[in-house]
């Protein structure tokens, strides 16, 4: 009687002991998701701000012709035509960034009051890895787009080039160097993740959680 009382109770702390640990890992994803996502609508909202001010305002850059008939441009703000094309494409990256960070996040939460499986929780983990790292392949890929536009625009004296290819290169190293701290993050947590799984195999039918025990 004894033996099946410390059998039941090993067996129900061991439980307990499960659904605790996935909730943790769940909870410790979720955390870190919200947080990036945060972080990425921030620096959207700079960006949209900066850009209303300073890239679409009519009042700071105006323009002359010289003899020649070229145009000869002024600036009443601080920044001349190149500055303005520069923070026009920040605004529609911030705009991008922030739509991005608000479904990102909401997208998330929903997962907060769930109680995902020891697969599920694997598989959402997996999910984000994946995702994160191929936005990091992306982030390259604009960034040889931003340079690409700035050369041409030196070599052909393009403001609006130069402009935009300065305001890509700006933005594709801001989402490389996110991209890539969020990989890790998450990477991190999978890891230790896969550890304790790995220690304690979990088995869930539908109803009723607990780990492997090999007699």
Not at 16 to 45: E, H, P
Not at 163 to 189: C, P, T, V, W
Request: proline share 2%; hydrophobic share 40%; aromatic share 12%.
């Amino acid at each position: 009687m004894k033996k099946a009382l410390v059998i039941i109770l090993v067996l129900f702390c061991t439980s307990a002991f499960a659904q605790d640990s996935l909730k943790y890992y769940n909870l410790l994803r979720i955390n870190t998701t919200s947080t990036g996502m945060k972080v990425l609508g921030a620096w959207g909202i700079v960006n949209l701000g900066t850009g209303a001010i300073w890239g679409w305002n009519s009042k700071n850059t105006s323009f002359t012709v010289d003899v020649n008939g070229n145009p000869v441009y002024a600036s009443t703000s601080g920044i001349g035509p190149e500055g303005q094309y520069f923070y026009q494409m920040n605004t529609i990256w911030g705009a991008a960034d922030f739509a991005t960070a608000l479904l990102g996040y909401a997208s998330i939460q929903k997962y907060r009051k769930k109680n995902l499986t020891a697969s599920e929780t694997i598989e959402q983990q997996k999910k984000l890895e994946k995702i994160f790292l191929i936005n990091g392949a992306l982030d390259i890929g604009y960034l040889g787009v931003g340079a690409y536009l700035k050369f041409t625009g030196d070599s052909r004296n393009s403001p609006i080039m130069k402009g935009y290819g300065e305001s890509i290169l700006m933005q594709g190293g801001f989402l490389l160097i996110f991209d890539g701290l969020m990989y890790h993050a998450e990477k991190r947590n999978g890891t230790r993740l896969r550890n304790f799984l790995e220690k304690h195999p979990i088995s869930f039918d539908g109803r009723h959680i607990g780990t492997v025990i090999t007699m």
